[in-house]
């Protein structure tokens, strides 16, 4: 399972990466983590003549904060994303999503910006941006752009890049005080790709949601925005919202692809069932922090 | 067919090769550089038995191009023996004493994978040393004699490394 | 023990194996680490359709890729009327046979091209170039299509019938049938998995056409019948062949015979002159590497009213595949032969089919009879809901006790030495049955899903033909150390530590001192190899007889160099000494020197040098025995199951390591967890593999695997040292366990549960009541 002959390219900037892809276009692939696209390759299901590999792009790295924004770096490793500190404080829900991806061995490689430019309907981190308004910095040889992350994700495996544009970071909004956040999700065994998941988050004050968000992966091609969801929970008490309910509704209308590893009907059950718990995990998350102007 | 140089030092020592770019770094270990320790099992990237540490992390060296590795550190599964020549390090010497192999063939991605988690988490519970172990496939031992392994490594870790306190 | 008798020291220990310093420090030498001068690359084109016309096979452009060494089609390396027989089946019963396809394809993976390159990367460039132009046709993908006999699979024939076992007439049986309280008839579905070794299928060919000699290194479970089969095949003298096996990684039965991958590789390297290394990767072990399982048995029990188990029938059907790598590779006799199992079953009548289809060819899979148990088991559960009796009491009241041994079953087949019936209660107080039965009644109250099953079975362990002896050649070295050369292919069985535990203590040598040598024609004796579970048994019976042989042999010598009576002498960790007195004696190397370095000192009559080739020859039939039971989950919002518990009670007689015994058993029921819940081997109605890599083919990880709990039974074999074997049991008697689990769980819903794999999916409709 060797991989077809491609030229090499190993850029040190961001400048050097976008010339290569204005000049490359569609022949070209982008290499980052490498653990989506290596299996294809090996697989020789694609066969890119380039290789534009960006592991060494400094540029690409790096998780900053400014005001309600939390920028972080397309270059991240899904490892860092579990890790750091800044991370877990202003966007606890990529936090919350890295332990499910995979295994710690494809963590240590694997990026943010490569699980979103890959766009893989069962992958946590679309839904996480989608779920949470993130804006998709990209750039070009002809500049840089922001694409929310509702029009980022077309299709499966399919995105709004062209094909000389370059991920370069995530922008974040972060939540105020009295936010929650969880993912669950259902595999067929411990880290594989979902048959379903949920990325929520949910803001409290004086025991009344104020603020859902609920982003389901597995669920269709791309990222659901469960906003039906969305708009029973925000206003609910605490104690009184059925989640149950809420969930059965939030997949009523979806159909989701059915393979060999579950129907579309099973994942609509599961993704369900993960909506409830990750809902009742951010509320509870929620309750135990301190409200909003408490 | 282009082929790049490849510096990089393994095991500590540094070596050098000329690859095609489409070779992957499990491939130029094994074959340029003759460490057959690390093994292919699948070529996709999911039953672990290439891995190997570049630069400390745990990684399947399937999924990597040797040429990626120019600059790097790799630890393969030779690397990881005792001090003295033929000896076993401490995670080895653990899996011999638990029957954590049968036919060998998964046994050094276990190897290195279980050095580097317990490297970050040197007392885990069993429910992380399961989802630890979830990265590297084994058929022959059903995992109960490499569970144990980790267990038992774990407690020589550090109980070597109080004596050394 | 009198003097003598060899002290029992080290069978029976956990002793640490041999093996484990150089493969866990990565020193192991497996096929695809070998490297030869000049070695050259395979690769194989395969058919991408389950059928079809082959139009043409255009190679001009693969063979002009530069590195391409050459392109080989059927043209060139198919020879028909080669005897492409296996030793241990003999020449009867083969299907249709030939090396590369040449006219049409009968299987996706049928292998149509060999590309030789100097390296796998461009052997697989090659392949890409090769034009094979197929016309599709519709497949026949299961039996009943197969039964039809539209289409046929091979032309060559008038049926897709691949063996058949016919229903005959037995008044015997229908007159239980007639009369009894219960009759109950339930067909059970097993579906195709497969045997996944971590090491995929591979050879190094190297044929020196100067001396016209071939040299093999195998991935494989033993080197003589392959040497055998070569010899046949290509007509060659056995001599001029040289088969060697290193290290393997793991087989399970898959690489028990050559096949034509492996076959068209040394065809291919005698006619190039140059060695040629073939590895397959796992697209294509899991494509066409040879699947397994793949059978329903419809059972009929007839009861009485206290539930005693009166008479049986059983149809087994059974897929082979294309070109089943054994014979006709059907079940049909070794699963009749076994079903009565472990029961007090007075009248049973098996029949069965086995067909063709285009589908990959069936192998050989850890207990590749085991149907039997699988349908059996889940049966007793069937039977004992329709009654209205606990499973537990159900097997009670009809399984085989001391009192009842030795029993010959209603096939005719006399059982002893077993012990069903106290591996069945040592499972049941290890599960602690009755305490969980309470804690299910609270549980369901609590609206929890939570089960329990149990599996029992009888292991048989034959020994016909060339299965039925195995050879030992001791040699104690001039040094003193001991090396003994076996036919064994030790391919995780831990051979290179059992044999070496059971030469030194029935030799009396120092365990560091001995030394297994395997896997190679040129140094070792012949044998089957190692598979069938006959290692413990009849493996370990050679080296015990040729150790006691060895011992009395240094002994004789020893008494001469001492002035003393050999009765009075005792030798043990390779020292001497007369009983009673340790601090005088001889060491072994001494006695070596002598009788290699001396031989004239040596009293009259005594062979010179210290060596011993013996063969021992087992009793035909040998049995182990076990029972698992296991306790599970089942969530309600999402159909997963989690097994909470799982406890085999195992009697394989006397056990040489511990250790290595519960290592078996649980790589075996690892593997019935994986084809119960996670692993698939799916074709779409077209015939194209749909579970082509480890995303899709689901092997269970450490994760979704309990810690395995063990008791033991001895009740030792007839055999030396009272050993049995037991290397397939835990495949074999697992997924009946865990399917009763699951169906136990799922009792408060009414809900059948006859098939296999048991996803999420799959129990979520159950519970829905979607069947």
Redesign the interface.
Known sequence: ????????H?PASVDAAVGLLAELGDEAKV?AG??SL??V????LGRPEH?V?V?RVAELEGVSRSDGTLRVGALTRH?ALERDELIAGAAPLLTRAAPYI?????R??GTLGGSLAHADPAAELPAVAVALDAGIEVRSARGTRRIPAGEFFVSAFMTALEPDELVTALHVPVWGPGSGFAVAE?A??????A?AGAACGVQLRGGLITRAAVGLFGMGAVPVRARAAEQALTGASVGEVDLDGLARDAVAPLRPASD????GA?RR??GA?MISLALDRALAEAQGTREAGA | MTELDVSLTVNGQRRLARVEPRKTLADLLRQDLGLTGTHLGCEHGVCGSCTVLVDGLAVRSCLMFGVQADGSEVTTVEGLAGDEPGSLGPLQRAFWETHGLQCGFCTPGFVVSVTAFLEECPDPDDEQIREALSGNLCRCTGYQGIIRGVRLAARLRREEQEARA | MSAGEAAARWVGQSVKRREDPRLLAGRGRYVDDVVMPGMAHAAFVRSPVARGTVRGVNTSAAAGLPGVVAVFTAADLNEPGRPFWKTMIGPAGQPPHRLLAEHDVRFAGDIVALVVAESRYLAEDGAELVDVDIDPLPPVLDPASAAGGAPLVHPERDTNLADELPEMPRPDVDRVFASAAHVITETFEQHRYLPVPMECRGVVASWDRWSDRLELVISGQGVHEVRLFYSRYFGVPEDRIRVVMGDVGGSFGQKVFPVNDEIAVVAAARKLGRPVKWIEDRSENLIAGGHARDQSMRVEFALDADGALLAARTHLVENVGAFPASGSGSMLLAATAVFPGPYRLAAYAGSGQAFFTNTCSRCAYRGPWMIETTAREQMMDVAAAELGIDPLELRRRNVIRPGDLPFTTAVGVTYDAISPAQTLEQAAELIEYDKFRAFQRQAREDGRLVGIGMSLYIEPLGAPGILATEAATIRVEPSGTVNVLMGTGSHGQSLETTIVQVVADYLGAALDDVHLIQGDTAATPYGPGTAGSRSAAIASGAAQQASVTMRQRVLAIAAAMMEANPADLTMTDSRITVAGDPDAGLALKEVAAAAYLSPASLPPGTPAGLEVAERYQAPMLNFSNAAHACTVEVDRATGVVRILRYVVSEDCGNMINPMVVEGQIAGGVVQGIGGVFYEHMIYDPDGNPLTTTFLDYLLPTAAEVPDLEYGHVVTPGPTPGGYKGMGEGGAIASPAALVNAVRDALAPLGVRVTSQPLTPDRIAALMAGIT
Request: charged share 25%.
């Open positions: 399972m060797k991989a077809a002959a491609f030229d090499y190993r290499l490498g653990q290596v299996p390759m090996a697989m020789r290789i590999d592991n490892r995979g295994h710690f061995q494809i240590n490689r259902l067929r065994r411990q880290g594989d790709f048959l060999i590893h579950g129907s099973y059950r599961a069932h």
